[in-house]
């Protein structure tokens, strides 16, 4: 019989080998059984288990001969599926986003993955007070001794890690703060839309209490369909994304007179047209 270290170090083999696949599935959309056995030197009967393990937990989702991402703006996913789905793009956003966060301001941060890579960055930018239903991002700023943390009540939802509903609500009404930080699952044309009803409620709560919008997307939410609508992005004072965003969105952003920023890589050009401007991360 092994001994409690050997069957520990197994445990953690598996959920790092688990971590690893799932960022390979998301990286590409969908995978076949025999191409994941071949990238991961296992058997197809591990990578069947694997599987199993994480479509138990809402992660990926089987399909016939091998498996593939859940659709964010078709079916919400879960906060840990959303933290592995274009990660490079939502750390380039989030760092461009908090260079717009001065010392002293009190800003708004909602449940979105992107939002909690901007709370990294705000540790450092403060003090600040922030204001959050998250309980992710309230549990990684509550060691910040330069952070007044609000963090608001309500519901918890634990597909986002975040509380929503009508106490939640009403928290939100109490306050005023700068500048709102938010994401939405998907931008169809030139508006913003969320699958979840609840979650329209409290962003829409927080856009009211904030001088300052900023909506934070990368591009793979672009002209993707969720049900419910949120607002259109004119109510946006900036909207920042990434670099892949295409040709064509770009140039109907632009048509449409939005603030667009874009987070791109040092070496890359500077987009030309007054409403969009890039920036370097």
């Known amino acids: 019989m092994g001994s409690p270290i050997d069957a520990g170090t197994m445990a953690g ?6 971590q690893e696949l799932l960022a390979y599935v ?20 591990t990578i069947h288990r694997d599987i199993q393990a994480l479509a138990a937990k809402g992660l990926l989702r089987k399909v016939h001969g091998g498996v593939s991402t859940l659709s964010s703006g078709t079916v919400e996913t879960s906060v840990l599926h959303r933290t592995h789905r274009a990660t490079s793009e939502k750390k380039a956003i989030a760092r461009l986003a908090s260079q717009g966060i001065e010392a002293g301001q009190i800003v708004v941060l909602d449940d979105s993955t992107t ?10 930018k403060g ?4 204001i959050t239903n998250s309980l992710g991002i309230g549990t990684r700023l509550s060691s910040a001794s330069d952070v007044n943390l609000i963090s608001l009540g309500g519901r918890y939802h634990p597909t986002f890690d975040a509380f929503f ?4 609500e009403l928290s939100i009404s109490a306050l005023r703060a700068n500048t709102l930080f938010m994401s939405v699952s998907a931008v169809h044309g030139v508006t913003a839309f969320h699958q ?4 329209i409620k409290a962003k829409l709560a927080m856009m009211e209490i904030v001088e300052r919008r900023v909506l934070m997307v990368d591009s793979m939410k672009f002209d993707v369909c969720a049900l419910n609508r949120l607002a259109p992005l004119a109510a946006f004072d900036e909207i920042i994304t990434d670099a892949g ?12 007179g939005l603030n667009l920023t874009i987070a791109s890589s040092p070496a890359a050009q500077p987009s030309s047209g007054m409403a969009v401007r890039a920036a370097a991360e």
């Open 115 to 124: 939002a909690a890579l901007l709370a990294d960055h705000v540790m450092r």
């Open 127 to 130: 003090p600040l007070t922030v």
């Open 245 to 256: 965003i295409s040709p064509s969105i770009k140039a109907r952003f632009e048509d449409a």
């Open 196 to 199: 979840e009803h609840d979650v």
């Open 165 to 168: 509903g009508n106490l939640c």
């Open 13 to 18: 083999a598996v959920a790092t080998r688990q």
């Open 26 to 45: 998301i990286g590409r959309g969908n995978a076949q059984i025999e191409e994941l056995a071949e990238r991961f030197a296992i058997s197809r009967m």
